[in-house]
């Protein structure tokens, strides 16, 4: 079993809090944005991705959060509608912000870039009131987004959520989430990713990310270890730092640390591992998976969606993770 429980007897398995935007992937694949000419439109953002995954994977799905009132507003509003989400926490924005926009570009399956705009989001206007206690308090888990962090009033409203979930016992899943062209200053991404983690049950991030809330931390070795240890003075069971290709590993409050196998992808770019990796996780301990079975269910999941041109329309059923790893395991998959 899992080191970690999850409150029973709720509406909701699963609440994402954060970022809605628009993932416009390029197309003509292996070329760069500037000799790019078209683009297919996704809903993207990491907490929507991860909600999606977390839907596709059969679990009752909720998302808190605000969009503009404009076309790809309403675009994303009727994606999370037809996944199964319940939208009635995403709010329409009346004061004319925009709708996020990234652009991707995939220059090779391993270097691959994003070109955001982020002036006046909509998702960053998202204020306290607009942060529904009861749906919390109805939540196994919620999942907090570090981008939602970056300014006010969304900034409030994250750390207005993250104390409705200690209120009501509600499992708290920090994804750190580090986009450095959002923040001020390093500081400033320090500090609330600290108030942020402080109050969370699992914290999964990259090492990169996990530096960029060590800004006043000794931490000169980048020691996985000092890393988790801190967490573990404060609410934390689990925390997962992330390696590339290198791996995962999970440190637990016993001390321990867990590792799984990873799997082959035939990579067409790279960004989507991370957002499928957390949903398949989460199902995972959800499901009273191990650690290390829940690890590779992530793995696998994150496989999927890199082979694939999209991150949400990838999201894999949880037939489709089975199949994946059953393949895997009989070497008809090898990476490419």
């Known amino acids: 079993m899992s080191t970690i429980s999850f409150p029973s007897d709720r509406k ?3 609440t994402a809090i954060g970022r809605l935007c628009i993932d416009l992937n390029a197309n ?11 683009f297919t439109k996704y809903v993207g953002g990491s907490p929507a991705n991860i909600a999606i995954g977390m839907s596709r994977l059969g679990n009752k799905t909720a998302f808190i959060g605000k969009i503009a009132d404009d076309q790809m507003g309403r675009f994303i509003r009727s994606y999370l509608d037809n996944e199964g989400i319940d939208t009635s926490h995403v709010v329409t924005d009346k004061t004319g912000a925009v709708t ?5 570009e995939i220059k090779s399956p391993s270097e691959c870039s994003i070109l955001m705009y982020r002036d006046n989001v909509a998702d960053l206007l998202l204020n306290p009131l607009e942060v529904s206690e009861s749906l919390i308090a109805d939540s196994k888990a919620l999942l907090v987004s570090g981008t939602a962090l970056a300014a006010s009033p969304s900034r409030e409203a994250v750390l207005l959520a993250l104390d409705y979930a200690r209120k009501h016992d509600t499992t708290v899943i920090f994804d750190i989430d ?7 200053s390093p500081e400033e991404t320090a500090v609330y990713y600290n108030l942020a983690a402080e109050k969370s049950d699992i914290i999964i991030g990259t090492r990169e990310e996990f530096d960029s809330m060590e800004r006043f931390e000794q931490n000169v070795e980048h020691s996985d270890r000092f890393t988790a240890s801190k967490w573990f003075n404060h609410f934390a069971k689990i925390v997962i730092i992330k390696h590339g290709k290198e791996g995962s590993i999970a440190y637990t409050t016993d001390g321990l640390e867990h590792r799984a196998k990873s799997y082959p992808a035939k990579v067409v770019k790279t960004f989507g591992a991370g957002d499928s990796y957390a949903a398949g996780f989460i199902y995972g301990i959800m499901s009273g998976l191990t650690l290390e079975k829940s690890m590779e269910f992530g793995s696998a999941a994150a496989c999927i969606v890199i082979s694939s041109h999209s991150c949400s329309d990838a999201m894999p059923t949880v037939e489709q993770v089975k199949d994946y790893i059953e393949r895997c395991n009989r070497g008809e998959i090898t990476a490419s």
Do not use: H, K, S
């Open 100 to 104: 996020g926009l990234a652009f991707t």
């Open 178 to 184: 580090f986009r450095p062209y959002t923040w001020v």
């Open 12 to 14: 909701f398995d699963f």
């Open 28 to 38: 003509e694949i292996n070329r760069p944005m500037e000799q790019t000419m078209t």
